[in-house]
């Protein structure tokens, strides 16, 4: 298993290209089972979960193409015995791995094609591995009348039921069976629109339960929604193919569904939680970067933080440029409180609490999204941060130093708050597991190394 190393103190400076959003083109990638016609994405970023998905879909007869550096469309699913696979040299392809000499920012076009169905059975060993991969509920359902998913897997951060995309399904007319892991759904007449209410908002079972509405009979109304853009950037491409929903990037939705949907070409929104990650990477370190490739508008509850932070934070909306810099000053302590979109998020909890464990003071983090988000904490404190948990509550206090050490990746975002404390820490820092870190951050040692930082690595 691959291994991160890096030697801490170097500031950040220069340039950073901000991906297209993962937890964006997954969903985007998703509705492609929604038409017999082609969806095409751009800004697609190089990440495993990208290819964990993409195994996903071949498997349920999507026909997978990348445009090459020579304006050519290439498949990348194989038909073998009359179904699609992807095999792992493509699927390692489409993570990233790999030298790419045609490598350039600004994420790869996809071109997805689900002629058919060729299955509605989304196995155990591929929705375990990831979360997004539930999802395929909906559409499945939707366009053919039945589905048996998997319970997923995802991030270790919480119990992360599936009960509101339940609800929903069967709101929509669905019967739902649970059997040996798997949620058997069957809608033999068809969904119905309906009102469908979520007690909370939950990004997933509003990205599930859209999708799954598009092809309805009737009008669904979606009260209590999700607002995260990514869930805009889904509802966008839908309506693109054909769909009928309004009330976009607010707590209601209302679809109209339509008979049938057709082919578009949609670019997935830059990446917030990654471009709010390096803010914070620049912050720690004291640095100069300049974030491009970003629209601040999608987090400015993290803007916000930091600014209150002390960091300067220069927002040019015309280059769809952030520009962040800490010379010399302390770093004030500032508390924050996770919450739905558009509040602080949950994915740069872990990376602002390891921003705080060099805070001139204590700082507060309070997490209301999941139950056990704090894994990072016991790795921070082998760098030398000091930090109490209470419940939902972390009490960070600030430490004028940090020193490197062995460490471990736990989840996703708690990968890269290692990164960030390493950064600044004395000495050498090496992560292992980061084959958590690849699900979601696309070439971070090439983008960290490329602004001045000593980090590489180290193939298991
Ligand atoms: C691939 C992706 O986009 N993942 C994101 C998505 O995860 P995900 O879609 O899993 O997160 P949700 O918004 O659904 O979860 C929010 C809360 O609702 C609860 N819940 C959710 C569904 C349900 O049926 N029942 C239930 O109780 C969850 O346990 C959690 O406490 O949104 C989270 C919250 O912004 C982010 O941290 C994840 O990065
Ligand atoms: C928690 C995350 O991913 P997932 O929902 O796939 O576990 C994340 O992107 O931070």
Redesign the pocket.
């Known amino acids: 298993m691959d291994r991160i190393r890096l030697t801490g103190g170097n500031p950040l400076n220069g340039e950073i290209p901000i991906s297209g959003a993962?937890?964006?083109a997954?969903?985007l990638m998703i509705a492609s089972l929604l038409t017999d016609e082609p969806l095409v994405l751009t800004n697609v970023p190089r990440l495993t979960?990208i290819a964990t998905l993409a195994r996903l879909l071949a498997e349920l007869g999507v026909e997978i193409e990348v445009l090459n550096s020579s304006g050519a469309w290439e498949t990348l699913t194989t038909p073998i015995e009359g179904r699609l696979t992807l095999a792992n040299e493509q699927a390692r392809r489409l993570a990233g791995f790999g030298p790419d000499a045609t490598y350039k920012p600004g994420g790869r076009t996809l071109r997805l094609t689900a002629r058919t169905i060729a299955s509605t059975h989304a196995d155990y060993d591929l929705v375990s591995k990831?979360?997004?991969s539930f999802w395929v509920l909906g559409p499945l359902l939707a366009r053919c009348g039945h589905a048996d998913v998997s319970l997923?897997g995802?991030?270790a951060?919480?119990?992360?039921?599936?009960?509101?995309?339940?609800?929903g399904m069967e709101k929509l007319g669905a019967t739902i069976e649970l059997d040996k892991g798997y949620v058997i759904a069957a809608a033999k007449d068809g969904l119905k629109g309906a009102e469908v209410r979520f007690?909370?908002?939950?990004?997933?079972?509003?990205?599930n339960v859209l999708m799954a509405a598009v092809l309805a009979d009737g009008v669904t109304r979606i009260e209590n929604a999700?607002r995260?853009p990514?869930i805009t950037n889904l509802a966008d491409c839908l309506n693109a193919m054909g769909a009928k929903i309004e009330g976009l990037g607010t707590s209601t939705l209302t679809v109209t569904g339509v008979e049938r949907l057709h082919g578009a070409e949609v670019a997935v929104v830059c990446d917030r939680?990654e471009a709010g990650t390096y803010a914070m990477a620049a912050a720690m370190t004291g640095g100069d970067v300049t974030l491009s490739g970003v629209d601040a508008s999608l987090f400015e509850a993290a803007l916000q933080a930091l600014t209150a932070a002390g960091v300067d934070v220069d927002v040019t909306p015309a280059d769809n440029t952030i520009r962040i810099r800490r010379n010399g000053t302390a770093l004030s302590p500032v508390d924050i409180v996770t919450q739905?979109?558009p509040a602080f998020?949950?994915?740069l909890q872990a990376q602002f609490m390891a921003l705080m464990t060099m805070a001139d003071g204590n700082a507060q983090m309070t997490e209301t999204?999941?139950?056990n988000?704090f894994m990072h904490v016991q790795e921070l404190a082998r760098l030398g941060a000091l930090i109490s948990l209470h419940g939902d509550r972390a009490i960070v206090s600030g430490v004028k130093s940090l020193r490197g050490a062995p460490v471990m990746a736990t989840d996703?975002?708690a990968s890269v708050s290692l990164v960030i404390a390493g950064l600044a820490a004395e000495g050498e820092t090496v992560i292992s597991r980061v084959y958590h870190l690849d699900r979601g951050f696309e070439r971070l040692e090439d983008k960290l190394s490329a602004c001045g930082a000593d980090i590489s690595r180290l193939p298991g």
Not at 157 to 167: A, E, F, K, S, Y
Not at 199 to 207: Q, Y
């Open positions: 993962k937890n964006a997954l969903p979960d990831m979360r997004a997923p995802g991030c951060i919480g119990t992360r039921p599936v009960d509101l995309h339940l609800q007690s909370m908002p939950s990004v997933g079972a509003t990205h999700a995260e990514e939680i739905p979109y998020p949950t994915d999204i999941f139950e988000r996703l975002r």
